[in-house]
């Protein structure tokens, strides 16, 4: 009996428009926070969304008692948030940035998702989660280390459950609690923050440097997961438009760069991403 070769799986027609619109082209990478929500991780703007704004950064440096709730909340979002796994899309980019396909990536997130899943050219454009930074000094630390400093000096934190719902930057809501002790800069007793942009803090100049030159030496630009609220990303777009780059977008609603796309695909980005980058690769 002859073995049927199984069926090719059906690609959409805005799918297969996009593939020939990136076709034998170097592709730079823009994903936001609906790439990761496929790993667990909600976003700023879906379905369960937590609701109001994340800490500002000027919160955050002058007042004590918001670095007491911040750090209570960010590492009770953390312990959570530190195990989420790359998804579909994440390793989908990662294998198109193997074969050629993709350029290199420019992210929003600041779950290191795409580190974890392989890709080596990423440009993190809001920070990492996973690091910390101390302000005065600028000494550098792993998340995982001052996680334990702050257990080691609140030692009931360990026995606290966590019941709301983490944001995409890891941070939780929670109520004020008066005795926390904040971690503090073992270098120079100075404030230390996750190595993440807050919201009100401007993305350093170099990164968005890198990012603009990530988008500049590609001939085309993919955007995946971002509805591109924050100005950053959508200036990035804004570049690749004037450069008269193709610009393909994937996103589960609208965008701020729909009138800019080359092809608008509605839809979650994991399943969209490996079948672009399987017509991609042939």
């Known amino acids: ?75 009770l979002g953390w312990s959570k948030f530190s195990q989420a796994v790359p998804n579909r899309g994440h390793l989908a980019i990662a294998r198109g940035e193997d074969v050629g396909v993709f350029s290199g990536v420019v992210t929003q997130n600041v779950d290191a998702l795409h580190h974890k899943a392989g890709s080596s050219k990423v440009v993190d454009l809001h920070g990492r989660l996973d690091r910390v930074r101390c302000i005065h000094c600028n000494q550098a630390y792993a998340r995982s280390f001052i996680a334990d400093v702050l257990e080691n000096a609140n030692p009931w934190v360990s026995s606290l459950v966590l019941t709301g719902a983490t944001r995409p930057d890891g941070d939780v809501d929670v109520e004020q609690v008066a005795d926390m002790v904040v971690p503090s800069c073992p270098n120079c007793g100075g404030v230390v923050k996750p190595e993440v942009v807050f919201f009100g803090e401007f993305v350093p100049p170099t990164v968005f440097e890198q990012a603009a030159a990530a988008i500049g030496r590609s001939d085309a630009l993919l955007v995946a997961g971002s509805s591109l609220v924050v100005n950053t990303g959508m200036r990035l777009v804004a570049l690749a438009h004037k450069q008269k780059k193709p610009i393909v977008v994937i996103n589960r609603g609208d965008t701020k760069a729909d009138r800019l796309a080359s092809v608008r695909i509605e839809g979650g980005a994991s399943e969209t991403l490996e079948q672009l980058v399987q017509l991609l690769s042939r």
């Open 1 to 75: 009996m002859a073995v049927l070769d199984p069926p090719a799986p059906v690609v959409a027609p805005e799918v297969a428009e996009a593939s020939s619109a990136l076709y034998g082209k170097s592709v730079a990478v823009l994903t936001g926070a609906g790439l990761s929500t496929d790993s667990g991780i909600p976003d700023y703007r879906g379905e369960g969304a937590p609701k109001g704004h994340p800490m500002s950064f000027s919160e955050f440096l002058g007042s004590h008692s918001h670095r007491q709730r911040y750090w209570l909340g960010s590492h």
